[in-house]
């Protein structure tokens, strides 16, 4: 395939939209992980959450709340990861289909376009869906990482390696919920993504309502509010 030769079908506002649509997906997570200490996001107010939860698991005894809790968590995880890989299959095989890539330029443009045009546009979706898959992956294995140190956190808070062992689950924890909300990010983007089908402006729409959507949720949510609540 003669990629350069590929590209020229497409407009500089293609690119400019893909561009656009790539820096917003990066900078609204360095933004949501590295926030302002005089407004944290949602990720980071619970970071904090998730570290107390560990200094109370050590004298909570049986431990079955704490287990169930991670165990739900790793399910959440599987269920994305299950979930993306599906929806890269769906992708692939509507690449593969030249039938079906007609059908959606009929229907969403009077322009008649090639059919590799439409595939690279899907390969956008891939790339996001793909990522999201890793990171939920990823999660998972992390999540069982911490379920594994929970279970060597003495039961004593007297106990020399008590605290250390207790702040060793959190940061796992938390590393964990990290790969997980950019894995969801990657997802809301796959779906802006789509808009591409319908054209370059669509898509940097697509994209800007999915950053704001993004951003409310973790600095001007009511979830975040009651989590701030003292």
């Not at 059919?115 to 999201?132: S, Y």
Request: charged share 20%; proline share 4%; aromatic share 10%.
């Amino acid at each position: 395939m003669d990629w350069p030769a590929q590209l020229t079908l497409f407009e500089p506002l293609d690119f400019a939209a893909v561009a656009i649509n790539l820096a917003l997906w990066l900078i609204v997570g360095w933004r949501v992980e590295h926030p302002p200490a005089s407004r944290p996001s949602v990720s980071r107010i619970m970071a904090e959450y998730r570290r107390e939860w560990m200094r109370q698991m050590i004298t909570r005894e049986p431990r079955i709340f704490d287990a169930q809790t991670v165990s739900t968590l790793r399910q959440g995880t599987s269920f994305f990861a299950s979930t993306s890989v599906i929806a890269i299959g769906g992708t692939l095989a509507l690449m593969g289909n030249a039938d079906s890539l007609a059908d959606v330029a009929q229907d969403l443009t009077t322009e008649a376009q090639p059919r590799i045009v439409w595939e690279i546009k899907l390969l956008l979706v891939v790339f996001f869906l793909t990522n999201a898959f890793l990171k939920f992956a990823w999660s998972n294995r992390l999540f069982g990482y911490c379920s594994v140190v929970m279970a060597a956190v003495p039961n004593d808070p007297a106990h020399d390696d008590a605290i250390r062992m207790a702040d060793k689950a959190a940061e796992l924890n938390i590393t964990a919920a990290r790969s997980f909300n950019r894995g969801l990010r990657s997802v809301y983007f796959a779906l802006a993504s789509v808009a591409w089908l319908a054209g370059a402006v669509p898509l940097i729409i697509g994209a800007f309502i999915t950053l704001i959507v993004i951003w409310r949720r973790e600095f001007a949510s009511l979830s975040r509010e009651i989590l701030l609540k003292t």
